[in-house]
């Protein structure tokens, strides 16, 4: 097996991989609606390939493809709702707690 004699400089190397850039993806517009689509690729907005309407299974599979996205959502809701919930509790606290100093400083004043 070949083993180098000397440790490849990094000019030679980044020379050497100067052709390893990443490309972006193609992407299109879909005949039907309008929407960015990949190419070769069935719109997520429509369901449509070239304009024509895609079978029912395969809209399925688009549905199921954009499902996470909704699920995502949902949980986005839900931690909104805890914040909120989190945020009266606080703001109930500091209710109680401007009640206490009030209620503290009229007995202080009665100890007078």
């Known amino acids: 097996m070949a083993v180098p004699k000397k440790r490849t400089g990094h000019s030679a190397q980044g020379s050497r991989r100067s052709n390893w850039k990443a490309t972006k993806p193609e992407t299109t517009k879909c005949p039907n609606c309008g929407e960015t689509v990949l190419a070769h690729t069935v719109c997520t907005a ?3 390939y070239k304009g024509q309407p895609v079978k029912l299974a395969d809209k399925a599979a688009a ?11 949902k949980k986005s809701t839900k931690k909104a709702a805890k914040t909120e919930e989190t945020k009266v509790e ?5 209710e109680v707690s401007t009640e206490e100093v009030k209620a503290e400083a009229e007995v202080e ?3 007078e």
């Open 46 to 48: 429509c369901g449509t």
């Open 90 to 94: 606080e703001v109930k606290t500091e």
């Open 109 to 111: 004043k009665t100890e």
């Open 63 to 73: 549905a199921a493809a954009t499902a996470p996205a909704k699920k995502t959502a």
